[in-house]
């Protein structure tokens, strides 16, 4: 059975999504950059090994990402899940991982990349919103995107109302990306993701 580290910042719903679909897929361990992060526990209650790489204790990033690739490197992981993990990785990082690197972003990407997606859903007053996850590359919320999930944008939605509908929508398709990586179902054709029939195990 494939392995992978899930890395986290926070609250950790995300990743407990992923826990919680029972994918046939070993999570080695949940990784967090902030020592408060709730999702530990979470993690935690589920038996499954934790650890921190504090940021705040590096003065430089390229050293955070070295420590943290270690970390990662103890678990021989096939995919690196990026589940609300609020630190933004270097090149040299993001290339060591390449293709084998995924994050949840809340909007339809290429559309409000980094923080406040919803805030700026709500301002520009689109009427569909939703979530993205796709394969990270150097680029900030950018690279080839494996599923998306759209919501509607009512008009009487808040910054909470519009967040708890992509998040219903974050923790269905997460998992099933995951899925679709571990099956080795995904297939990278220039910017864009395949997703093929059948089942392989590269
Ligand atoms: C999610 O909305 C995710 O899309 C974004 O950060 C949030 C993390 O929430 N990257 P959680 O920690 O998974 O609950």
């Known amino acids: 059975m494939k392995s992978i580290v899930i890395l986290i910042s926070?609250?950790?719903?995300?990743?407990?999504?992923?826990?919680?679909?029972?994918?046939?897929?070993?999570?080695?361990?949940?990784?967090?950059?902030?020592?408060?992060?709730?999702?530990?526990?979470?993690?935690?209650?589920?038996?499954?090994?934790?650890?921190?790489?504090?940021?705040?204790?590096?003065?430089?990033?390229?050293?955070?990402?070295?420590?943290?690739?270690?970390?990662?490197?103890?678990?021989?992981?096939?995919l690196i899940v990026l589940a609300g993990f609020m630190r933004v990785l270097g090149g040299d990082f993001v290339n060591k991982y390449k293709d084998k690197l995924i994050n949840i972003h809340p909007s339809l990407l290429p559309a409000f990349p980094g923080l406040g997606t919803h805030k700026k859903a709500l301002k520009e007053g689109v009427k569909i919103h939703g979530c993205t996850v796709h394969f990270v590359t150097?680029?900030?919320?950018?690279?080839?995107?494996?599923?998306?999930?759209?919501?509607?944008?009512?008009?009487?939605?808040?910054?909470?109302?519009?967040?708890?509908?992509?998040?219903?929508?974050e923790h269905r398709i997460f998992p099933e990306a995951v899925h679709l990586f571990v099956e080795g179902r995904l297939k990278i054709s220039g910017s864009g993701v395949k997703v093929c029939n059948e089942i392989s195990d590269n």
Do not use: W
């Open 10 to 78: 926070g609250r950790g719903s995300n990743m407990q999504a992923l826990i919680e679909a029972a994918l046939p897929v070993r999570i080695a361990a949940v990784i967090s950059n902030n020592p408060d992060a709730a999702g530990l526990e979470i993690a935690k209650k589920h038996n499954i090994e934790t650890c921190v790489v504090d940021h705040r204790k590096y003065s430089d990033r390229a050293e955070f990402d070295l420590l943290l690739a270690d970390k990662i490197d103890l678990y021989r992981p096939s």
């Open 138 to 169: 150097s680029e900030v919320d950018h690279g080839p995107i494996i599923i998306q999930a759209t919501v509607p944008v009512l008009p009487d939605d808040t910054n909470e109302t519009l967040a708890a509908r992509v998040l219903l929508q």
